[in-house]
Structure formats: C-alpha cells, structure tokens
C-alpha cells in the first residue's frame, strides 16, 4: 500500500482560460527578461522545434540537408515525453519538425496525443512524399494542430528541380486524398500547402495557388526561401541581397529552443549541425539547459551586439523582438497570422 509521504500529488488539469492566462503571464516575463537584458531568464520556453528525426528522403537545393555532418537518427518516444513533460504548461507550440522527415517517425501519431494530452498545440511540416492513408489519419485523429506541406513546383519538371527525388504525380495525390480525408474525420487541423519561392519556380506562384485553392479547407503560402544564417548559399536560392544585419539581441535567445533527435539542444532553428550546443534534454532539465552557461553567454554577447566567432549567430542577420505582439497572441496563433494569407506576396519565415 502506498504511503501518504510518497503518494503522487493529483493535479487538475488547467482550464483553457488558466491555460491562456498562465501563457500570457510567461510571455511578459520573457519580454521582460529582453527589455531588462536578462541573460537568467525568468520565464520559460514559449516555442521549441523538435527534431523527430533527420532523416529525409529527398534532396532539395534550398535546404542544407545534403551538407549536414551529424548522425541520422530518430528520437526515442520516451525522450519525447520527457521534453514535453519538462517543458509543460509554459510551452504553447511544438513544431515536430527541423532537419528531416517527420513522417518517417514510427510512432508520430502518438506523440502528437501526447503532447496534447499535456495542452501543447503540435504542428509539422512534411514533404507529403509518404503522406499515405494510414500516415493521413494518424495526422488527423491524434489531434495536430497546424500542417504545413511543401510542394514548390506547379508542374512535374519544376517540382523535380526542387524536390528532388520526389514524384510529382504521386505527391499531387497523396495530398489530395489528405482532404478528402480530411472532410470525413473531424478535426481543428490548419493545413498551409507551401511553396518556397526560388528562381527555380519563381514563374509559378500563379498556377501553384490555382492548383491548390480549390481544396476545401486549403491555404495557399508563398515563402521567401531562406539562407540558413548565410550556411547555404544565396545564389542558389536567387535571392538579390543580403539582409540588412538587425543589432538588437535575437528573440529567439529568450522565446525558443531547438531539440535534436538525440536531446541536444541548439539555440535557434538556423543551426543544423552539432553548434552552439547548449546542454542535452536526455540528462538534464529544461531549466538547466535554458538557463546554461552556454545560454547565458550567448545572451550576453548578443546584448553587448559581439557576435563575431560565434558560429551561425555571426553570419545571421537576427531576428528582432515585436515585443507587444509576442505579448498579445499565443504561439499557434502567432504561426497561423504569418502563414494564412489571401495574397500570393513572399512572406518570411522559419520554418
């Protein structure tokens, strides 16, 4: 018989409105810790992208998949809900998703339960190569959040030019029955059927949005394609300028983290290989790993503008801190606000 002295506390499970004001208190607190350059942070991670796995079936030009070094892996589910476990209440977003395939993860339905059994909005971006049925309906019946499918092409030849590897006709398909199924399985699912403009499919974007509007249930984004923080090269991606550098501190120092699928922890989602580790989440806390030494000193030298040797950070122009509209919207909302548009205008983004 368990003892009163080592019984498990029981907790209730927060209302939505406590859910929301618990977000919104720690969202100020972040703002706060920027402001008062903080290098301890006092609120908690708000957003983090976790890596399922780096394994990716295609090539893509605009992705540095094909020059990463590190070993290809797949996080272990125990792993996972320990992250989540960590990171719940005060995390509201998790993207499942960085450097590889999340539909190749074996057990992706359930941790998507997962981490919304524990009030986490999940979302995920899939080349939708192996978007099949059975991987359709472990999407929508375990509860995801947001869905991003990157397509980049209009016709067989463009898409072959940029997701390489892939077959047109049969990604054109999966994606379709995806909303056929979508309409018969009820869901909150926002879907955003993406094309990263290069100078590949520049001339594209018209028919891109014509073929997928259609769809009950559809979004159409046109993304800008990114460098990487200047790690994958700008003439590739047909891009005209280097951005202009922004010498505030990043925000994402003080609102996110990045996890690999081993528990190594990055500072932000421009870092694909084993730098600027800050700690790993399979042997220490989350409060350890934000709060690290690593961390601390990366904030310090983001706020005295001394970035120079540090690798990723010195050749990113960083990103800046809207700090009354990371204050007003919780983080789904905030990624459905940039990616749900009526305009077929380039938008920036991350991920």
């Known amino acids: ?153 209009a016709s067989p030849d463009t898409y072959a030019r940029i997701r390489v590897g892939g077959d047109f006709a049969t990604t054109v398909k999966n994606v379709r029955n995806f909303f056929e199924l979508k309409k018969q399985i009820p869901n909150d699912l926002t879907v955003v059927v993406q094309m990263i403009v290069t100078d590949a499919n520049r001339a594209e974007v018209e028919p891109f949005a014509t073929l997928w509007r259609d769809l009950d249930g559809a979004q159409v984004m046109i993304k800008e394609a990114r460098d990487w923080a200047g790690q994958v090269k700008l003439v590739q991606l047909g891009k005209a300028s280097v951005p202009a550098v922004n010498h505030t501190p990043c925000k994402m120092l003080w609102t996110e983290l990045t996890v690999l699928w081993d528990g190594d922890v990055v500072p932000c989602v421009n870092v694909y290989e084993k730098q600027n580790v800050l700690g790993s989440l399979a042997h220490q806390t989350l409060d350890e790993v934000w709060n690290s030494a690593r961390m601390r000193h990366l904030r310090d030298r983001h706020l005295a503008d001394e970035v120079d040797g540090i690798e990723v950070c010195a050749t990113c122009p960083r990103h800046g801190f809207d700090h009354p509209n990371f204050v007003a919207h919780d983080q789904l909302t905030q990624r459905m606000r940039n990616y749900v548009r009526t305009d077929l205008t380039p938008r920036a983004g991350l991920s």
């Open 1 to 153: 018989m368990m003892t009163q002295k080592n019984a498990q506390p029981k907790y209730e499970p927060l209302t939505a409105v406590e859910m929301a004001t618990l977000w919104r208190d720690n969202r100020r607190r972040l703002v706060d810790d920027h402001l008062e350059a903080r290098t301890v942070a006092t609120g908690r991670p708000a957003h983090m992208k976790i890596e399922l796995t780096n394994y990716c079936n295609l090539a893509c030009p605009m992705c540095p998949h094909e020059q990463m070094e590190r070993d290809v892996g797949y996080m272990k589910p125990e792993l996972f809900r320990r992250i989540i476990d960590m990171a719940a209440p005060e995390l509201e977003f998790a993207y499942l998703h960085h450097l590889g395939e999340s539909l190749f993860h074996g057990k992706i339905g359930e941790l998507i339960r997962y981490g919304r059994s524990k009030g986490v909005a999940m979302g995920l971006s899939t080349n939708a190569t192996y978007l099949d049925h059975r991987k359709a309906k472990l999407l929508l019946e375990n509860g995801l959040d947001f869905l991003v499918i990157s397509m980049d092409g």
